[in-house]
């Protein structure tokens, strides 16, 4: 089987046949990477699928944790052919669990402003497909376990999840913290494989945006390694009330600066709103819009409404019939929400979600922000 596949994994994921990458010559059995990527391929195809017939019944809960490690995380040949695209072959997953979400409004003069507080933030786990990760151990009569410093091993027994991983992916520094925060954070995905998926789709789709940075930015991440952020924040369906929280806001960007404004100064958040805003249809040609932007808007709208096809439901379109929009339409509509937060401090986002054309051009006017991190 390795030798079947040796030429493939040469090609796709090492450019040039780089002598330096440990998965193209690792000795040993490649069956923990390989049953993943053939699981995901799989369901991957369950997943378009369920877009193309729309017709989900029910879905399924699972914990933050075991949605990340074991259908995602822990399949390095996947995550790794889209980093690599840009000579990136190490990546970091950085989780932050936000105090839940009050709605307050702290400066009515700027109500995009909402910083919020990290309770839990830290490194869960690294994928590096140049360097296999160091093995477990066993300390004289103690317990097996995976060092994740010279006096500090996470045993096998306490986490037996490590047993079976990649030998390409690692735990992080702050692997417990997250792991148990994670455990915490109970999710639903409707029809089950597709709803995962759907995550799984603004994910990878964030990890692609890494062909935006050049230069120094570009550079730095090829060396040190490419970090993603993933964030949850319990919050209300109803924006008014704080009681009764029912969903997770959750954020995806990469640690990495932008200048916010590009192009004649325009603003890159703004612009983002703007593309997400616009139906999934061109409304001359009919034609699908494919960019990055609508499969976001079309995956984040199937997690929150259970039918892809709700995906313009809240939209203001003159040319669509509102009559059955809900409140939760309205208040949601287009289901992703851009947020652009200072280099100096992540968390305190600027969420730019407006209702108006004045608005918006309000928010452009006042935006002092030159550079910083976009969610």
């Given amino acids: 089987m390795h030798s079947l596949l040796k030429p493939w994994i040469t090609g796709l994921f090492v450019r040039d046949a780089d002598p330096d990458y440990d998965l193209v010559n690792f000795s040993g059995p490649l069956a923990r990477e390989i049953q993943p990527l053939l699981k995901f391929l799989m369901q991957k195809g369950a997943f378009w699928s369920g877009i193309s017939r729309d017709n989900n ?47 307050e409004i702290l400066d009515a003069t700027r109500p995009e402003f909402r910083p919020k ?68 954070c109970l999710l639903f995905f409707p029809g089950e494989v597709v709803g995962r998926h759907a995550f799984f789709t603004l994910i990878e789709n964030k990890i692609r945006n890494v062909k935006h940075f050049k230069g120094a930015a570009l550079r730095q991440m090829q060396q040190d390694g490419l970090e993603l952020c993933i964030s949850f924040q319990e919050r209300s369906v109803r924006q008014s009330q704080s009681e009764g929280r029912a969903l997770y806001s959750v ?4 640690n990495g600066l932008v200048k916010f404004r590009v192009k004649a100064g325009t603003l890159l958040p703004a612009t983002r709103f703007n593309n997400l805003s616009k139906g999934i249809m061109d409304e001359d040609t009919f034609a699908p819009r494919l960019g990055g932007s609508s499969q976001d808007k079309l995956c984040a709208s199937m997690l929150f409404n259970n039918f892809f096809l709700d995906v313009q439901n809240g939209d203001h379109n003159e040319l669509r019939d509102r009559s059955e929009d809900t409140e939760r339409d309205e208040a949601f509509y287009p289901w992703i929400t851009p947020a652009a937060s200072p ?13 108006t054309e004045a608005e918006l051009a309000r928010v452009d006017r006042n935006f002092k922000l030159e550079h910083g991190f976009m969610n």
Avoid: C, Q
Avoid at 76 to 88: H, R, V
Avoid at 120 to 138: A, M, N, Q, S, W
Avoid at 154 to 169: A, G, R, T
């Fill in 251 to 254: 954020g995806i960007w990469l």
């Fill in 343 to 355: 280099a100096e401090d992540m968390h305190a986002d600027n969420e730019i979600k407006t209702k």
């Fill in 57 to 103: 019944f029910g879905g399924e809960s699972a914990t933050a944790f075991d949605v990340l490690w074991n259908d995602f995380i822990n399949n390095p040949l996947y995550l790794g052919t889209i980093a690599k695209s840009e000579d990136i072959h190490r990546l970091r997953f950085r989780v932050i669990i936000y105090e839940p979400d009050t709605d």
């Fill in 117 to 184: 507080k990290p309770v839990v933030d830290g490194v869960f786990v690294e994928v590096d497909l140049k360097h296999k990760r160091p093995g477990i151990v066993t300390n004289g009569n103690g317990p097996r376990g995976y060092p994740i410093s010279e006096d500090n091993n996470l045993s096998i027994d306490d986490y037996p999840e490590l047993e079976e991983m990649s030998d390409f992916v690692a735990p992080g520094r702050d692997y417990v913290a997250v792991r148990d925060a994670l455990e915490e």
